[in-house]
């Protein structure tokens, strides 16, 4: 993957260098602006047919003496009130240079000028590598945070848009590893026999997996050990056939996606790490794929999870909760101060809300509050799920503790909660993301494919809650 942030800083220091103009305007205050033009640019204008409107641009003429030739002039709902995504289309279009945006500082557009450049060109026999749109920023202290935090939603989007044969449980375990190895971060991982003796539930989920996909949890510990806890939990499923209730073409066509949860659990681990934040770090991945062979998990089946509690397989579809009850007992036993877990869990989440809003359920109100407004404020809204206790019944079972999935399809991403939530330590700050990791449409800054939904959240709330 051809990543062009990996190649030059998209945000730079503003020492008064050489650098185009930009312009940001609004429908409402076009045609005041416009007055300060000549007539040719007015012209230009026109012929651009550029009103204002959100995410129009266009390309005008200096005047003599300006400078550059040329500058540009972008659409926004308000120039004095940026978001992230408000100059994305501008870093989208726009030639490679160095940009300077005039009578005032990006701000929060930082994020959306350089999640726009993001390219993924690594299949691509014919891909032409693009020059870089650098901005200049004259607030310092603004840089290397926002660099690592479009850093980290671009690496969830790398690892979510690798094809499964090349981001198997290996591949997922060598990124984590290469993080451990960046941040001194100490790595434990557990397959074979003790996987199946100590996380028996993610053993019986992976274990119909060819041999080079073989089932593992990744461990990484980071961090003084007297600081406040914080366990980060990403469900893994590499690629998700559905085992024997198997999925239709369709249903399977994206189900590299389903090791998104790992992918945000991974790139939040990160941030957390490049900061600096006086936390102990818990990093829990539980990798498998899902496949269909002679010893697959059978529906009927009963496994003893770690945790002690016997579940009933009532789906073998229904497999993500399972891996990370284990990690989220495995997670329990820390004693933390906070678990987030994210996961692609399921299709009833997006049937609520779609594919931007992951569903979050909390045991906390003040730490579902806090995520939420991280959220808001940060262009990553989730959306609170309830776990009603009154629903839990429907994970019961004859023969076991559990059952992994009803048949009644009523309210399945709170119900899936509740079924995490029977592996969590009781009393435990536990906050879980129901995300869907992918982008089915492209926006200014936001292309088609893999995506981070709720990080961005849950980096913020963690940073107000911890301090860096």
């Known amino acids: 993957m051809h990543d062009i942030m990996s190649d030059t800083a998209l945000i730079q220091a503003d020492r008064g260098q050489d650098a185009i103009n930009l312009h940001l305007v609004n429908e409402a205050g076009f045609a005041n602006w416009a007055k300060q033009l000549s007539d040719t640019q007015r012209a230009t204008l026109d012929a651009q047919k550029f009103t204002g409107k959100g995410y129009e641009t266009a390309i005008l003429p200096a005047k003599p003496g300006e400078g550059a030739a040329w500058f540009a002039v972008g659409g926004v709902a308000d120039p004095d009130d940026l978001s992230s995504w408000c100059m994305a289309r501008l870093a989208e279009i726009l030639p490679e240079g160095t940009y300077r945006l005039v009578g005032r500082e990006p701000g929060p557009a930082l994020h959306g000028w350089q999640t726009a450049q993001y390219k993924n060109l690594t299949y691509r026999s014919d891909a032409e590598v693009p020059g870089a749109r650098v901005l200049l920023t004259k607030d310092a202290n603004a840089i290397e945070p926002a660099l690592a935090e479009a850093e980290a939603v671009n690496m969830v989007r790398r690892l979510v848009d690798a094809p499964p044969e090349h981001m198997g449980p290996a591949a997922m375990e060598a990124e984590i590893e290469t993080l451990a190895k960046a941040h001194d971060a100490k790595l434990d991982v557990t397959r074979g026999d003790q996987l199946e003796q100590n996380y028996p539930l993610v053993h019986a989920v992976g274990r119909a997996a060819a041999r080079h996909h073989a089932p593992r949890i990744m461990h990484l510990t980071w961090g003084k050990a007297d600081n406040p806890v914080v366990a980060i939990v990403g469900k893994g499923v590499t690629f998700d056939s559905g085992g024997l209730d198997i999925k239709s073409s369709a249903g399977m066509a994206l189900m590299k996606k389903d090791m998104g949860g790992a992918a945000h659990a991974i790139a939040l681990a990160r941030l957390v790490m490049q900061h600096n934040l006086p936390v102990r770090l818990h990093l829990l991945v539980p990798s498998v794929e899902n496949a269909v062979s002679g010893n697959a998990l059978r529906p009927g089946d009963i496994v003893t999870s770690r945790k002690g509690l016997t579940v009933e397989i009532t789906n073998t579809d229904a497999e993500g909760r399972l891996i990370l009850a284990d990690a989220l007992d495995r997670a329990s036993e820390e004693s933390p101060d906070l678990i987030i877990d994210f996961a692609t869990l399921t299709g009833a989440a997006r049937v609520a809300l779609g594919p931007e809003y992951p569903a979050l359920m909390a045991r906390n109100d003040d730490t579902a509050a806090a995520l939420i407004e991280a ?63 992918w982008r089915p449409t492209p926006k200014p800054g936001r292309p088609k494919g893999g995506e981070a939904y709720g990080l961005r959240a849950s980096w913020h709330m963690l940073r107000a809650r911890y301090g860096a």
């Open 375 to 437: 959220g808001k404020a940060h262009d990553d809204e989730p959306w609170r799920l309830p776990l009603p206790a009154g629903y839990a019944e429907w994970l019961d079972s004859p023969l076991a503790d559990c059952i992994n999935a009803p048949k009644n399809g009523f309210a399945g991403a709170s119900v899936a909660g509740l079924f995490l939530d029977k592996f969590v330590g009781a009393d435990i700050d536990w906050a879980h993301f129901d995300t869907y990791a």
